[in-house]
């Protein structure tokens, strides 16, 4: 079974430059998660998907970030401009839904430097 | 707020020795929980999971994990750990109540000396 993709692994970009990543989950999962995880602390919650609705942004930051997801598969998670502190590991998961028995899957997730 | 509790940031043992990592969370509602491990370059992985029933659960590589409800604790453990099992460690709990996110603790790093 082949697991989530995310792609670029790396990005160095300068601060108040935008970036996106990209991620495609596992065939067939409904529910897709964007995680920040910033050096030394725990995967923190963006933005999850069910299907190509929103379910919890709460904490996504919607001055600078956005995220998409077009047709219930791929998404996409923008920020524009960047400030230095976002650089953090882009972590993007799945799961076959979104309910509390649920394993999520994680991609390598994209590493990102604001200079 | 919910949250997840990882005291040990950082952990050195030698092989053999045995491991528990302490993971802890404030919610009083109904919980799952999580044990997620990350190898030197790689991604997040299932370590085990708990729903409900035996609160011992076992999971791969030898690994266990105890839910306390009373403490609102989710210790991990391993009678004897090997080098291969240098990693980051998350605790995580999903709530079973609203949209069911993830909340992860800070993570562990056990580094296990050959």
């Known amino acids: 079974e082949a697991g989530v993709a995310q792609s670029p692994r790396y990005k160095i970009i300068e601060k108040r430059q935008s970036v996106a990543f990209w991620c495609n989950p596992i065939?067939?999962?409904?529910?897709l998660y964007w995680y920040q995880q910033i050096l030394g602390q725990g995967p923190k919650l963006l933005i999850q998907?069910?299907?190509?609705?929103?379910?919890?942004d709460s904490q996504l930051p919607k001055d600078r970030f956005s995220a998409e997801r077009l047709k219930g598969v791929d998404s996409t998670l923008k920020i524009q401009p960047a400030k230095l502190e976002d650089s953090a590991v882009y972590l993007c998961?799945?799961?076959?839904?979104?309910?509390?028995?649920?394993?999520?899957?994680f991609g390598q997730g994209t590493r990102l430097t604001v200079v | 707020a919910q949250s997840v509790s990882q005291h040990n940031h950082h952990v050195i043992l030698s092989e053999a020795a045995s491991l528990e990592l302490g993971c802890n969370y404030s919610y009083g509602g109904t919980v799952n929980l999580f044990w997620y491990v990350q190898y030197p370059g790689q991604h997040l992985q299932l370590l085990l999971k708990?729903?409900?029933?035996?609160?011992l659960v076992k999971g791969i590589k030898g690994f266990e994990a105890e839910f306390i409800k009373s403490k609102f604790s989710f210790n991990l453990r391993k009678p004897s750990v090997q080098w291969s099992d240098t990693a980051e460690y998350f605790c995580?709990?999903?709530?079973?109540?609203?949209?069911?996110?993830?909340?992860f603790g800070t993570g562990t790093r056990l580094k296990v000396l050959a």
């Open positions: 995580a709990v999903s709530l079973s109540s609203g949209t069911y996110k993830y909340i």
């Open positions: 998961a799945s799961s076959l839904e979104g309910g509390a028995f649920t394993e999520a899957f």
């Open positions: 065939s067939g999962h409904a529910t």
């Open positions: 998907f069910q299907n190509n609705g929103v379910v919890d």
């Open positions: 708990y729903f409900s029933g035996d609160p």
